[in-house]
């Protein structure tokens, strides 16, 4: 009798409990996360520590001088309740604006449609450095100049924001408006409860694309506003910086300050901000 060999017992191989692209993506992760680690450390230091060299990266005493001295020498909070105003008013006129211009230029048929569109993606190629002299002066007839209008009007709507809403409403199938006009909808009604809803995945990355480059606006404030209490929060962290003098030790701590709520932002809405960077990446 023949007595048939087992088989080799066959080895497991050991998985990693995370995947192989992290090894890679995790050193890249901590180099961006180092200056805003360095920031936060700045802000902790004294004026003279900040200044040292060679400079050391954790503070020898922490202090929060710093924070104390920007909330009590500046007006930090009402800054920072006018870029939330700004930035709202921003996220909302885009999103209602850009959405009904978009859904005309998709689906409307009218006389010079091609052509209107055109020249308003057309405007996406003017540098926006061009238009600041213009929409200045326009601004002083009108009388909005150094007033919060003057910061909420230029954000009302984008050529960008007009032309992302258009290709994903060419992307949807037309055959769901037609049933629901067969249904007895109205032309308003299909856009409000059959488009709209569809729209979320654009509507998101519109609003964080309009929040990121609201929330960061500088070189518009600075020429529109000159009234201290109409400061936006990046408006008021420049005046820390002085061709003679920059007082780090408050800059650092406004840096923070100004930054926290968008990263407070990302930790909440961090699957929805992957979602949308994908969407946004995808071609039409």
């Known amino acids: 009798m023949t007595t048939s060999t087992p088989p080799p017992p066959t080895r497991r191989r050991r998985r990693l409990p995370f995947s192989p692209f992290h090894l890679l993506l995790a050193p890249l992760a901590l180099l961006f996360v180092m200056p805003l680690l360095q920031m936060v450390m700045a ?32 007006q930090v909070l009402r800054w920072l309740l006018n870029s939330v105003l700004v930035t709202s008013v921003a996220i909302a006129s885009h999103l209602i604006l850009c959405s009904l211009a978009g859904y005309g230029f998709a689906r409307m048929r009218f006389p010079g449609r091609t052509a209107s569109f055109i020249l308003t993606v057309a405007t996406i190629m003017i540098p926006t450095q061009l238009l600041m002299i213009p929409t200045f002066i326009m601004f002083s007839k009108v009388g909005i100049i150094d007033s919060l209008p003057a910061l909420m009007v230029p954000w009302l709507a984008s050529a960008f924001g007009i032309f992302l809403m258009r290709q994903f409403f060419l992307s949807l199938p037309r055959e769901l408006e037609e049933a629901a006009r067969l249904d007895g909808c109205s032309p308003f009604g299909v856009f409000w409860r059959v488009v709209l809803p569809l729209a979320r995945p654009a509507m998101t990355t519109l609003a964080i694309f309009t929040l990121l480059s609201s929330w960061n606006d500088l070189i518009w404030p600075l020429i529109a506003i000159q009234n201290e209490d109409l400061y936006t929060i990046q408006l008021g962290l420049a005046n820390f910086q002085g061709s003679r003098r920059t007082q780090w030790q408050l800059l650092m701590a406004g840096n923070v300050v100004a930054t926290m709520p968008m990263v407070v932002f990302f930790l909440v809405a961090q699957k929805q901000f992957v979602a949308t960077m994908t969407f946004s990446g995808m071609k039409g």
């Not at 990266?57 to 924070?67: E, M, N, Q, V």
């Open 43 to 74: 802000s902790l230091k004294s004026d003279g520590e900040i200044r040292r060299f060679p400079p050391t990266w954790f503070p020898t005493s922490p202090t929060l001088a710093g924070y104390t001295g920007l909330f009590a020498e500046s």
